[in-house]
């Protein structure tokens, strides 16, 4: 797959400290990419460094093959965590601005802000200042004026931060729409699930290095490893759950059902399959719950860390 | 288009339409105007109450000398006793009683006039008073002697010495004078420009900081053109309030004492007054052709072209720092610690200005201000109307300049780091390991 952003070998000192040291990431075209990482662990810095905020110590970055270059920041949309309006200025002349210094003429820039208005259907907002709109309809303008310039990558830093579940899904359909319309994404969030949903390709950086990257689910794959919850309901419980240890290395499972049944979690051998598990299951009792353990981005974001630090 | 552009429309817009900036341009001369004219009114208040002075003259030489003022009305008191005269005057509640006793001679008159009143007489009643008899025993005493008054007052000599530079340009004190004037205003008006409008960058600085809007902003323009942009929005802003200012004083200070029938005389300042004794007791026409003529003999190009170049380059300089400040701190009482140190040379640089410069325009202590760049505007400025060669004021030009580049480097690093530092408190070692970034 062709790749729109790649970061070669990209090492950045503060001083004493090391954000990055020998990080490198490539983000495909077209896919939702999750930037995840503890705090402090060098994400942000990343992410300036992409922006040209920041010049990296040492390391290459290029945009759809070419090197970076200054005129790159028009195809560039950024949402940075630090994020704010200017409060005493009216919403639409500040849209029209900050669209102005992408490099978006005023027609066009009017344009493109008439349709992204209409759509979040906040057109009645645009002579307010900013500071008598409310946190998340600030966060609201605050996502038109990343997008409207039509950028083929765009970074997202927290972007749900602020907004009530509704907007917040709303925002996510946004999201996923412009991904839908060609645009590529790059994800930094501490909220695991939205990675779950959204992400097809992740890096985790830990510690100013990267510790683990790739399509989101060949990570899972790597990180799953024949485990199964399963629910069963045996004429005899306690000769059932002593017969499961000799055979299989068996823990007590926690999920939901709304029978009295057994709970464990099974892991079984590499090369054995779930069915033989499932036909010794049958011959107990009565299976009621079946399901293969699929590790979390939650988990293996957790195991990682925990593993590197 | 180009950014530079859009972001000095921006910081030039938001300062102009801002209220309090709007209320300031209008309000400052009003203000300004106002507290002149109300001196002026309380003055002319004050002198206006008419005053009554009985004169008891047992000596007999002052029957008519003392004539009534506007202010000041004299009543001979004759056939008194001082005693009766006294009381008298406490009853009909007069200002003062002048007693002049009977003398033998005359220089025994001079120590035993008395003056009675309520409280202690006003300085200028008293000067009035003192000159009066003091002229009169003068004369008397020139007569005693056989001398003429009028003659002696005909071989008076007034010197005035005439000035004139060894390069045949005349000089006068009047001319001194004006270009302390001019060189004060002109340093004066710098400082203030810079503090004023410094301050206003600095603020607009920890507004974008703390408003997060700053990380959005630089994703988009280079910090260097952000912090350029600001500056030269925010000085045209100023300008602009300036000229405002002086288009609204110059029109209040014409409307008003013409409404108010306020005597232009009374709002001139202590220099105003200076100058006009110096331009002599030839009457006012005269006075304004010798100010006109002296005005002529000022270099004007060079003070224009150096006033521009100067006024230009050391605002610049201390705005960088300002702005640099701004970014260093994250909130407007954070910046006690660093104004110091902005503070110290300007301050530095307007009184040595003032007391070298009015002492001894080419010293060594004003010359060597004139060269250091921090002070160089304001010192140089005012030493120029008094001459100073053309490579000396390039040179300084030229330090000046080299300097504003090397702040502006120097601003733009910390500006460039701090912007994005939240929540550290900046110190100056601080500030130094940002250089290294």
């Known amino acids: 797959m062709d790749k729109l952003l790649v970061a070669q070998n990209i090492s950045k000192n503060f001083g004493e400290f090391q954000a990055l040291d020998d990080v490198s990431i490539e983000v495909p075209k077209g896919s939702v990419f999750g930037l995840l990482g503890p705090n402090g662990a060098g994400k942000t810095t990343l992410i300036r460094i992409v922006n040209q905020i920041t010049m990296p110590d040492q390391g290459k970055v290029f945009l759809d093959g070419e090197p970076l270059q200054p005129n790159h920041i028009q195809n560039i949309g950024y949402l940075p965590e630090e994020r704010g309006l200017y409060k005493s200025m009216k919403v639409g002349e500040q849209a029209l601005y900050l669209a102005q210094l992408k490099g978006l003429s005023k027609s066009e820039a009017k344009a493109k802000l008439k349709y992204w208005f209409d759509r979040l259907d906040i057109g009645d907002w645009w002579n307010k200042k900013i500071q008598e709109l409310s946190k998340g309809m600030a966060q609201k303008i605050q996502f038109v004026v990343t997008v409207m310039h039509d950028p083929k990558l765009l970074i997202f830093d927290e972007p749900f931060s602020g907004f009530d579940p509704i907007n917040a899904n709303l925002i996510k359909d946004e999201i996923l729409k412009l991904r839908d319309d060609g645009a590529t994404i790059i994800f930094s969030t501490h909220r695991m699930e939205s990675v779950e949903e959204m992400c097809d390709h992740i890096a985790l950086i830990n510690r100013s290095k990267k510790i683990l990257d790739g399509k989101l689910i060949d990570i899972k794959r790597a990180y799953q490893n024949n485990t199964y919850d399963v629910g069963l309901i045996a004429a005899n419980a306690q000769e059932a759950t002593g017969l499961l240890k000799d055979k299989f290395s068996l823990t007590p499972a926690t999920f939901k059902s709304i029978n009295d049944d057994l709970k464990y979690r099974i892991q079984i051998a590499p090369n054995a399959s779930s069915n033989e598990l499932l036909q010794y299951l049958a011959s107990l009792g009565q299976v009621t719950h079946f399901n293969e353990v699929i590790p979390t981005v939650n988990d293996i974001f957790i195991e990682t860390v925990n593993k590197n630090n | ?437």
């Open chain 2, 1 to 437: 288009m180009n950014h530079l552009k859009l972001i000095i429309k921006r910081e030039y817009l938001t300062k102009v339409k801002n209220k309090s900036f709007i209320i300031m341009t209008f309000l400052t001369p009003v203000i300004m105007v106002g507290v002149f004219s109300l001196v002026a009114y309380l003055a002319s208040i004050n002198n206006s109450t008419s005053k009554e002075i009985a004169i008891l003259d047992e000596s007999g030489y002052f029957s008519d000398q003392f004539e009534n003022t506007e202010n000041t009305t004299y009543t001979y008191l004759t056939n008194q006793t001082l005693e009766i005269a006294k009381t008298q005057s406490e009853e009909q509640e007069l200002y003062g009683l002048l007693y002049i006793p009977k003398v033998n001679n005359l220089s025994e008159l001079a120590e035993q006039v008395t003056f009675y009143s309520e409280d202690s007489p006003s300085l200028s009643v008293m000067n009035n008073v003192e000159d009066v008899i003091e002229k009169e025993v003068n004369i008397l005493v020139l007569k005693n002697a056989g001398i003429d008054a009028a003659s002696i007052q005909d071989m008076r000599v007034r010197v005035k010495a005439h000035q004139e530079t060894y390069k045949g340009q005349e000089t006068s004190e009047l001319g001194s004078i004006m270009k302390l004037a001019f060189g004060g205003l002109a340093g004066y008006l710098l400082f203030m420009f810079i503090i004023i409008y410094g301050n206003m960058i600095m603020r607009s600085v920890i507004e974008e900081k703390t408003s997060r809007i700053i990380e959005v902003i630089i994703s988009s323009v280079k910090p260097i053109k952000l912090l350029l942009g600001k500056i030269i929005g925010t000085s045209l802003a100023g300008v602009t309030q300036f000229l405002m200012w002086t288009i609204l004083m110059g029109v209040l200070m014409t409307v008003v004492p013409l409404i108010f029938g306020i005597d232009a005389n009374e709002m001139q300042t202590p220099q105003q007054q200076a100058l006009m004794q110096a331009a002599g007791e030839g009457g006012i026409e005269n006075g304004v052709a010798q100010f006109m003529m002296e005005a002529n003999n000022l270099p004007l190009m060079n003070l224009v072209i150096m006033f521009l170049l100067f006024f230009i380059g050391g605002y610049l300089l201390y705005a960088s720092l300002y702005a640099a400040i701004g970014a260093a701190v994250d909130s407007e009482t954070d910046t006690q610690q660093f104004m110091l140190p902005i503070l110290l040379p300007l301050m530095l640089a307007v009184y040595v200005g003032i007391f070298t410069v009015m002492d001894n325009p080419h010293g060594t202590v004003a010359q060597v201000f004139s060269f250091i760049p921090f002070t160089s505007p304001v010192v140089m400025l005012m030493r120029i109307p008094f001459g100073v060669p053309i490579w000396q004021q390039v040179l300084s030009v030229v330090i000046l300049f080299a300097t504003f580049i090397g702040t502006v480097w120097f601003a733009a690093k910390i500006y460039r780091v701090g912007i994005l530092m939240y929540g550290k408190k900046a110190s100056y070692k601080e500030l130094l390991k940002w250089l290294k970034y």
